[in-house]
């Protein structure tokens, strides 16, 4: 019987010193050289390949997209299918056909991301402010590029930018667009990449084409004048405020805020929004509108719909009779989307490296790039009228004697040796042999003669005037300007978002429209709450509770107030009680785990009002410490609903007493000792997850069990148990002293 191989005998060996084998290994390899060989060339493919914008104001992706339509002669020609631009991209895009278009949605008119479209698109491309309006396939939409393209290849064939080669060497694309105004500044653009992020908001054509223009004459000019604020394609209004602006044009980073706009249909008592905030949807906005009208704050509203359709963007909104359409949009401004926040990240990359720029850093850079563009276009010119201009000049010395020329050519035996004779007959060069060996025979008159004499004269005074352009950066930048002036009057258009200043809106007040009545609260010691208010209390004869359930605590208050539970895990749930609803005594009321989202095994261990965060909370733990913590520390200027740390974990929590004034407790060990404390020889804690100080002294085998008022104790001799300082012992509680004693 043979022998059965092992599965390492049966297995092929492997010498490739990179294939470790069938086997698991681990490889010891150093933190930093993981990080070198693995994380950091990733990180710095993500940014400089794919997220972050360069100073023409487009990404890798929308750059291959946009050079590809003009390759597929777009920019002039008809429209095609996008399924054709999308395949034709991918030779230079290889990161597969729903990523490329997508970047075309973006890109186009349909879509309304971008305040000029660099993409002429027909079909449902979607829209910008709708979450659920899905674009159509490829296949059913047809896009060519938009007019404002011929700024972005004006001149591409003149040197103006660096081409490189593609992701597999097949064929060359451009580095940059040579754009002839800052699209930087005028297209949004944003991106997320390794450790840093980008988000770009657009400004008006015209207003950047001024505000340039302004800058090449004066780099110290008042851009805020000019460059009044961000204009978004989704229109609404920008609430500028000159300190936000003047950091964001400074530093390239502050949040603006924008908000919607209204009108008011008096005849009809609807409120019909048609423009919204560039970052949300209105989708997000008629979402948080219902959640609000659901519990109860907006009563004003009887309903709501979309009634966006080809005409643009509206979403109605029917008012009850009596409703004050202002406070209504107080209300959706203050508590919906509908006025929302714009973050500012201006991270560019700039010759390969990320910069946070500020808009005049922004503009300088862009001016010297474009500076440089501009004098390699006039020196692409430049050479290429020096070379015509060589060329006539041999031709000048033929047309001297024509006759000889011919001769030359006649008696020339094999064609090959035409160039080289002619050039030993003249005394010219090869290129201008070729030159003159290719003219026609028909040229050869006293017209063509004339006419090219004339033509060399213009050369050479075309020539002097770029080579002094090349030489001028003055002239080079009343070049750009004049661009500039050409691009505003061709394509910019009026603000499509408004200006108001912060100063003129009415100072918003947030107007509690909550209930305020007195409620008395209860606590079971299983954790059920109940609310109930006194007219219903009065009616009913005793509290309902579980088996083996029992009151734990009860309080009068207000409906509006606020209560805070302390739970076993050390931390500590806030909320109103305005959040709960009325109930009967007998009910159970809310089981607050389930009602406040507690973690698994978590439960309440008290409960505080807290009113106006006045007084103390004492913390007495099972080994005899004790702390002092400031009730304003709980205090949050936010709306958190959950503090971690609330209290010390280092030993178990046994009483937690709030007290607004100076009194004196009785603690109790499991010995049977009692000790009568005052709480002013506590001193209150910064932390408030101290561990405290040591109040009672402790046997080993004891802890600290029950912490009572001196009041509910029935203790009688006072001297016998109280402290004169900490810590104390405590006295052996006698039979008369302890029968009383009722706990906190």
């Given at each position: 019987m043979a022998k059965k191989k092992t599965p390492s005998e049966g297995s092929k060996k492997v010498n490739n010193p990179n294939v470790m084998g069938l086997h698991a290994a681990v490889v010891e390899q150093p933190i930093t050289d993981t990080l070198e060989t693995n994380y950091m060339p990733y990180a710095m493919s993500v940014i400089v390949s794919r997220a972050i914008p360069e100073i023409d104001g487009f990404k890798p992706s929308h750059r291959k997209l946009l050079y590809t339509m003009y390759k597929m002669g777009l920019l002039t020609g008809a429209r095609t299918k996008s399924a054709n631009i999308v395949g034709q991209t991918m030779r230079l895009n290889p990161h597969g056909d729903a990523a490329i278009y997508d970047t075309m949605v973006r890109l186009s008119?349909?879509?309304?991301?971008?305040?000029?479209?660099?993409?002429?698109?027909?079909?449902?491309?979607?829209?910008?402010?709708?979450?659920?309006?899905?674009?159509?396939?490829?296949?059913?939409?047809?896009?060519?590029?938009?007019?404002?393209?011929?700024?972005?290849?004006?001149?591409?064939d003149q040197d103006t930018v660096d081409f490189v080669d593609n992701y597999d060497n097949s064929m060359k694309e451009p580095a940059l667009l040579p754009t002839t105004f800052p699209n930087i500044l005028v297209s949004a653009n944003q991106g997320i990449a390794v450790g840093m992020a980008s988000q770009l908001c657009g400004f008006n054509l015209g207003e950047v084409c001024d505000a340039t223009e302004a800058y090449l004459k004066n780099p110290d000019c008042d851009l805020s004048s000019i460059l009044l604020a961000p204009d978004f394609p989704t229109g609404g209004e920008v609430i500028c405020d000159s300190a936000v602006m003047e950091e964001i044009y400074r530093t390239g980073r502050g949040t603006i805020r924008i908000r919607g706009r209204y009108r008011y249909v008096k005849e009809e008592n609807v409120i019909e929004i048609y423009e919204i905030p560039y970052t949300t949807t209105t989708e997000a906005i008629l979402d948080k509108a219902a959640e609000l009208i659901k519990a109860g704050k907006l009563k004003e509203i009887s309903d709501m719909r979309d009634e966006t359709d080809l005409g643009g963007l509206k979403l109605a909104i029917d008012l009850k009779r009596g409703a004050d359409p202002e406070k209504v949009m107080a209300k959706l401004y203050r508590s919906t989307p509908l006025q929302d926040a714009m973050g500012c990240n201006f991270n560019i990359l700039v010759a390969g490296t990320p910069r946070v720029m500020g808009v005049r850093e922004i503009l300088e850079e862009w001016c010297a790039w474009r500076m440089e563009s501009v004098r390699r276009r006039t020196y692409f010119t430049l050479q290429k009228k020096k070379d015509k201009l060589h060329l006539l000049k041999g031709l000048k010395r033929i047309l001297l004697d024509i006759d000889k020329a011919i001769a030359i050519i006649r008696e020339t035996e094999e064609e090959s040796e035409v160039v080289p004779n002619l050039m030993i007959g003249f005394g010219i060069d090869e290129v201008q042999a070729e030159f003159v060996a290719e003219i026609k025979l028909?040229?050869?008159?006293?017209?063509?003669?004339?006419?090219?004499?004339?033509?060399?004269?213009?050369?050479?005074?075309?020539?002097?005037?770029?080579?002094?352009?090349?030489?001028?950066?003055?002239?080079?930048?009343?070049?750009?300007?004049?661009?500039?002036?050409?691009?505003?009057?061709?394509?910019?258009?009026?603000?499509?978002?408004?200006?108001?200043?912060?100063?003129?809106?009415?100072?918003?007040?947030?107007?509690?429209?909550?209930?305020?009545?007195?409620?008395?609260?209860?606590?079971?010691?299983?954790?059920?709450?109940?609310?109930?208010?006194?007219?219903?209390?009065?009616?009913?004869?005793?509290?309902?509770?579980k088996e083996n359930d029992g009151p734990s605590q009860s309080f009068e208050a207000t409906n509006r107030a606020e209560v805070m539970f302390f739970t076993n895990r050390q931390q500590v749930y806030k909320?109103?009680?305005?959040?709960?609803?009325?109930?009967?005594?007998?009910?159970?009321?809310?089981?607050l785990p389930t009602k406040l989202s507690m973690d698994p095994e978590e439960s309440v261990v008290s409960m505080v009002l807290p009113g106006d965060y006045s007084g103390w909370i004492f913390f007495f733990f099972a080994n005899g410490k004790a702390a002092r913590v400031e009730l304003k520390s709980y205090a949050t200027t936010s709306n958190r609903r959950k503090l971690t740390g609330a209290y010390s974990d280092k030993s178990p929590l046994v009483a937690l007493v709030h007290l607004t004034e100076e009194t004196e407790l009785v603690l109790t060990s499991t010995e049977r000792r009692s000790l009568v404390v005052n709480t002013a020889l506590l001193s209150p804690k910064t932390t408030r997850s101290t561990?405290?100080?040591?109040?009672?002294?402790?046997?080993?085998?004891?802890?600290?069990?029950?912490?009572?008022?001196?009041?509910?104790?029935?203790?009688?001799?006072?001297?016998?148990?109280?402290?004169?300082?900490?810590?104390?012992?405590?006295?052996?509680?006698?039979?008369?002293?302890?029968?009383?004693?009722?706990?906190?």
């Open positions: 008119k349909g879509y309304g991301a971008l305040l000029h479209p660099f993409v002429d698109s027909k079909g449902n491309f979607g829209k910008v402010y709708s979450r659920d309006m899905v674009w159509a396939a490829s296949r059913y939409t047809e896009a060519k590029l938009a007019p404002i393209c011929q700024e972005l290849f004006r001149d591409i028909r040229n050869i008159n006293k017209e063509y003669i004339l006419k090219r004499v004339k033509e060399e004269e213009a050369l050479r005074s075309e020539i002097e005037d770029l080579e002094d352009l090349v030489n001028s950066p003055k002239r080079i930048r009343q070049v750009i300007i004049g661009e500039l002036r050409e691009v505003k009057k061709k394509y910019a258009q009026p603000r499509l978002t408004a200006i108001v200043y912060g100063h003129e809106l009415p100072e918003e007040t947030e107007e509690d429209e909550t209930p305020d009545y007195p409620v008395h609260v209860f606590l079971s010691r299983e954790g059920y709450f109940k609310k109930i208010t006194p007219q219903s209390l009065r009616m009913a004869d005793t509290q309902k509770y909320c109103r009680l305005s959040d709960f609803d009325d109930t009967k005594a007998s009910a159970l009321g809310d089981y561990q405290g100080v040591q109040v009672m002294t402790l046997k080993p085998k004891y802890q600290l069990s029950e912490v009572c008022s001196l009041e509910d104790s029935g203790i009688t001799n006072l001297s016998r148990y109280r402290c004169r300082s900490l810590p104390g012992a405590g006295a052996l509680l006698k039979e008369e002293d302890g029968g009383q004693m009722r706990l906190l």
